[in-house]
């Protein structure tokens, strides 16, 4: 660790590579948005490393690259300055910035398929500099050939194409680039995401080692900061030069929810009446002939809610998919209120098509763009031969807390959140048997997803409605679900026992769910 | 393809057999829809008004005579019968008699050939041109590309046969540089056939100008957009470099795609061009045929073209084909 | 509003011979040929009539013929399209390859056939040009007809037992409409070009009747005569299609728009 100390020492004293000074610039992810970036300063020394954080969806690799000088059509720099060692860099000609890339400036971007060009051989590729002499180009081969050792990537000899690496491959294969240049600044895009959480270290630390032989500083954009901070000189947060107009990511609510769900009494569905819906030996194939669901049965009582929870690829929207006749290789039987339908929806009839409503994870997609709500509300509120005057309509929306202007709006105008709560008015509007709810809240900021389950919970504990969740966030299936069906590889782990009183078992079931659940969950919201 | 994207393709390539396959059975539908379309075209010029008989009687024509004729010739068949003898005759290459000069129609036919591939095999000599076309307007400044752009434009919404005219006008009849009528003969040298090609070629060229031109133009700026572009950008090539090395070896499939889409295009663009420039080759006769109504010409041209230009499109959709498979590699 | 400059384009063309008459043997007393005058803003034509009341005589024809033939052809193909999609597999297959078998004659060879069989009147003309121009418009009204088909919010009408006319007015038609708007420009221009192409073969329109590719053919002589009299009608052949161009791009920026 000795040269270490002595080494950050002298780069201390030298000039800075690169120094940003209240740069001001706007970003826009879209038509509609833009993230303004405020009086950011940064300096960044010789032989460090540095870590850029921040926000999602903040541009954080637009803004690196305005930071080479490069930049893209929605990028706009207000003011502010960017000092290249001492040159500004934001006032150079095109030539003069063509002549510091790649030399001087080195961008390493995000693994991804069409990083390089798919036509020409990838050593070739990752190995050609712009204006290289015939005796750098073959320094530059040797330089690679070892690079590719180190990082463990195979084939330098067997003149491959991009198609041929996988995506981890790819990414070392971008930073190899590191190794054949001299670089004065070398710029990483998220340079771990696509690695083995095995290789993550050994491939920061060569990229360290590289960086301190060559004397050149590194600036990583990355998402993954608890384990940077370990490797990195500095950590740079852009959350602190956004301002704060952008909604602040709010933290999850965490396990109280379990507590509440205890504390809240689920009044328990009469055990006398006979089940809304009742599912027996159901099995399921995928069109490769792949069994995804294996002899599955449930039943659900009016008024009940039967939360199914598992991995993803447990089959958990597959049993969702063949109770609404989407899946034509399925065995087993479908019984609503006592009476057998068909397994697929091309042979039920349109009474029995109209007992079961569907709520999708996304309405948004599910509403045709072209009409208003209105008109959909009405027609459901007709369809189930119920008053479809204006009042009612209204008196629909109110039941999911949209005010009675949103009438004349179309999908295209409602945010995640409306468009989820309007799917659930649209749903009860037809007065369903049976309500199908799949992953409602998983696309929702926790703020829309408490709103979006107390307005069902609200529904579930009034109506004679039999209500089928699926969900892979343990609080909305704590909160909703009387009873919960755990599926993994589509079979059924945790039975639903129904015929007996829900007691502490049940709420082992939840929790155990919830501990299983809670790894993915980070990563969906 | 280049010698590059053709090692990577074998590289791909575990099982050929079911490659092969899949073009066999390409290949039949191909055929099954050229049969269609012979079907078609067989059972729209039987609904001609008239008949055979007495265009071939003329003045001779009496009740008893034509019965003779027509039972010898079959026409008292049922018309599907027809269809299949007339489908076995024409693939034995019995393509029966013209009515009007009463020769056999692969007599007529192929003098006028000749004519016709030579007028498509000059029109397809623009093509470099029209490739420079879509690499210059790529490189160009913004403001040059965009004049360029409308120019291709224009270009595109004026018809062949009006382009032609203004030709003939500018370079035929105010300058005197080439002749506005162009007869193509046998015993012409091939400086006097390129003389006589030139203008109607140039014709049809401009209109491939702008068309391959426009559509190379958008490719190459959907290439620019993506991420390789920008990564080797960031290493300090030029534009240029980057566009001539890696953007046009990429999109070269679908520069053979739009080079076949053209062609097809080619196969009745030339019909009217021979019109407008008096050039005897197949245009003329099918145009002569339907005035006409000499049934057996109108029948081989359009089976004739249709060949071809079936053809031309199996082999665009195979192109395609590989495209897409390379895109989802 | 550039929709509106070419549908005025249109319809100026369709009732200016209401205002002109519509006698094609208004002799002037000119000569053959004549260059552009006060007194013939376009010169004379080749029996020295004034060019400019025979280019909107001939216009007249020219637009009602491609009106008709590409509201019919859209009309068909957007049928054939939704048709292809909505139809059980087996007959939509069949459709779908019989569209394909047509679709594979070139335009011309169609064209030609069914001339030979029909003759060119101004009603069988609109009839052929609509059979040409109905397959393409088919073509290019598939794939967003398949990609609207394939949207989760038909899935969910079918689910929820919706019937086929709902599907069709409420679910198709308002989301296919700006893509309609496209190809309708579209097939106006090919069929404009097409028709002309016709008459200038000489399988077109038949004199006296005259569109603009007739003008082009009957004045063609002029062009050795030093004449640009046969360029005249070429040139409101390009205005035209140029207009539709810029509709189409309104129309499909509006559609961009609508995507996005």
């Not at chain 2, 091939?190 to 140039?202: E, K, N």
């Not at chain 3, 007249?60 to 008709?68: D, G, K, L, P, R």
Request: glycine share 6%; with cysteine.
């Amino acid at each position: 660790m000795k040269p270490d100390s002595s080494e950050r020492q002298h780069t201390a004293e030298a000039a800075n590579v690169l120094e940003v000074k209240d740069l001001s610039a706007v970003i826009s992810n879209s038509a509609a948005s833009a993230r303004r970036i405020e009086k950011l300063c940064m300096a960044l020394k010789p032989g460090t490393l540095s870590t850029m954080i921040g926000p999602s969806g903040v541009g954080k690799t637009s803004l690196c690259l305005a930071l080479m000088g490069w930049l893209r059509p929605n990028v706009r720099i207000v003011s502010g300055e960017v000092l290249f060692g001492t040159r500004p860099l934001l006032q150079m000609h095109q030539r003069q910035k063509q002549a510091l890339w790649g030399r001087e400036i080195l961008y390493i971007p995000q693994s991804s398929a069409t990083a390089l060009a798919a036509p020409r051989n990838v050593v070739g590729q990752i190995s050609e500099f712009a204006g290289d002499t015939a005796q750098e180009r073959s320094e530059r081969r040797k330089l690679l050939q070892a690079a590719f050792q180190r990082l463990e990537i195979p084939g330098f000899d067997e003149d491959r194409y991009p198609h041929q690496y996988s995506g981890g491959q790819l990414q070392r294969i971008l930073i190899s680039t590191v190794f054949c240049a001299t670089p004065r600044l070398i710029i990483l895009d998220e340079p771990t995401t696509a690695l083995h959480p095995d290789l993550k270290t050994s491939v920061i630390e060569a990229i360290k080692a590289r960086v301190r032989e060559i004397g050149a500083a590194a600036l990583v954009i990355s998402h993954e900061l608890p384990f940077f901070a370990e490797f990195s000189d500095q950590t740079i947060d852009l959350s602190a030069s956004v301002p704060p107009a952008v909604k602040p990511r709010s933290v999850r609510p965490a396990a109280p929810l379990v507590g509440e769900s205890r504390a809240a009494f689920k009044p328990q569905p009469m055990l006398t009446e006979p089940p809304r819906l009742a599912v027996g030996g159901l099995c399921i194939k995928a069109p490769s002939g792949r069994p995804l669901v294996r002899n599955v049965a449930f039943q659900v009582r009016p008024g009940a809610c039967l939360g199914i929870v598992g991995p993803s690829g447990a089959g958990k929207t597959t049993i969702l998919r063949s109770l609404l006749g989407q899946h034509g290789d399925a065995k087993g039987t479908i019984e609503v209120d006592g009476q057998r339908i068909p397994l697929h929806h091309s042979r039920r009839t349109v009474e029995q098509k109209r007992q079961l409503e569907y709520v999708p994870q996304s309405v948004k997609l599910h509403l045709n763009p072209a009409l208003s709500v209105d008109y959909l509300i009405r027609r459901r509120l007709r369809q189930a031969g119920h008053d479809h005057s204006i009042d009612a309509v209204v008196d629909a929306l109110e039941k999911v807390l949209l005010p009675a202007d949103y009438r004349s709006k179309r999908s295209a105008e409602l945010s995640g959140g409306e468009c989820q709560r309007l799917g659930i008015a649209l749903a009860l509007a037809s007065h369903p048997a049976l309500l199908l709810l799949d992953e409602v809240t998983a696309s929702l900021d926790p703020v829309n997803a408490n709103v979006v389950a107390d307005i069902l919970d609200r529904h579930r504990a009034s109506g004679s409605m039999a209500m089928l969740l699926v969900s892979h966030q343990p609080e909305i299936v704590a909160r909703l679900a009387s009873d919960v069906l755990e599926l993994r590889d589509g079979q059924v782990v945790h039975p639903v026992r129904d015929n007996h009183a829900p007691s502490a078992s049940r709420e082992d079931v939840a929790g155990s769910v919830i501990y299983r659940e809670s790894e993915p969950r980070q990563c969906v919201l | 393809m280049s010698v590059d994207s053709l090692t990577s393709e074998q590289h791909e390539q575990r099982s050929p057999f079911a490659n092969l396959r899949s073009i066999a059975f390409e290949l039949t539908i191909r055929l099954v829809i050229l049969l269609v379309a012979a079907a078609l075209i067989f059972f729209g010029t039987a609904l001609i008004p008239g008949d055979f008989v007495t265009e071939l009687l003329g003045q001779d024509y009496t009740p008893e005579l034509g019965a003779q004729l027509r039972h010898s010739l079959g026409l008292d068949r049922p018309l599907p019968e027809r269809f299949v003898t007339w489908l076995l005759h024409f693939l034995q290459g019995e393509f029966g008699q013209s009515f009007t000069s009463r020769i056999p129609v692969w007599e007529v036919v192929q003098p006028r050939l000749g004519n016709t591939l030579m007028l498509a095999g000059a029109a397809l000599c623009w093509f470099p041109l029209a490739l420079t076309a879509g690499v210059a307007s790529f490189l160009a400044p913004p403001q040059s590309r965009r004049f360029l752009q409308l120019f291709m434009q224009i270009v595109l919404c004026a018809p062949e046969f009006l382009i032609a005219y203004i030709f003939i006008y500018v370079f035929a009849v105010q300058l005197h540089l080439l002749p506005a009528v162009s007869r193509l003969a046998p015993d012409q040298s091939v400086s006097q056939h390129i003389r006589v090609l030139i203008l109607p070629s140039a014709c049809l060229g401009v209109g491939m100008i702008a068309y391959v031109g426009r559509m190379l133009l958008s490719l190459l700026l959907m290439e620019e957009k993506k991420d390789y572009f920008e990564f080797a950008r960031l290493r300090g090539f030029s534009r240029s470099w980057i566009a001539l090395r890696y953007a046009v070896p990429a999109i070269l499939p679908s520069i053979v795609n739009l080079l076949l889409i053209y062609c097809a295009y080619l196969l009745t663009g030339v019909l009217v061009i021979e019109v407008v420039f008096g050039i005897s080759g197949i245009g003329e006769l099918a145009v002569s045929s339907v005035v006409w109504r000499d049934i057996p010409v109108l029948q081989f041209c359009a089976v004739f073209i249709t060949a071809i230009y079936v053809g031309i499109y199996s082999l665009s959709d195979l192109v395609a084909g590989q495209i897409s498979k390379r895109g989802a590699l | 509003m550039r929709a509106l400059i070419f549908i005025g384009f249109i319809l100026f063309f369709m009732i200016a011979p209401f205002f002109i008459g519509t006698s094609a043997d208004t002799f002037s007393g000119a000569g053959p040929f004549e260059s552009l005058s006060p007194a013939h803003p376009l010169g004379t034509d080749y029996l020295g009539r004034d060019m400019l009341f025979e280019v909107l005589r001939a216009g007249s024809v020219t637009m009602f013929i491609c009106a008709a033939a590409t509201l019919l052809s859209l009309a068909s193909g957007l049928t054939c399209a939704v048709l292809t999609s909505a139809l059980p597999t087996i007959p939509g297959t069949i459709l779908a390859r019989g569209m394909d078998a047509l679709n594979s004659i070139p335009s011309l060879i169609i064209a030609f056939v069914l001339i030979a069989a029909f003759g060119s009147t101004t009603s069988s003309l609109i009839i052929i040009i609509t059979v040409v121009e109905f397959t393409r418009a088919y073509r290019s009204l598939k794939a967003p007809v398949i990609q609207i088909f394939a949207e989760p919010f038909v899935e969910l009408s079918r689910i929820r037992g919706e019937g086929f006319v709902y599907l069709v007015t409420r679910d198709i038609w308002p989301n296919i409409r700006p893509y309609a708007a496209v190809e309708l420009v579209n097939r106006f221009v090919a069929c404009l070009m097409f028709l002309s192409a016709l008459s200038l073969l000489g399988i077109g329109i038949q004199p006296p009747t005259t569109d603009w590719g007739t003008l082009i053919k009957l004045n063609a002589t002029g062009l050795l005569l030093d004449s640009a009299a046969p360029l005249i009608p070429g040139i409101f052949i390009l205005i035209a299609s140029l207009l539709a161009l810029l509709a189409a791009s309104d129309a499909s920026r509006k559609l961009e728009f609508s995507k996005s």
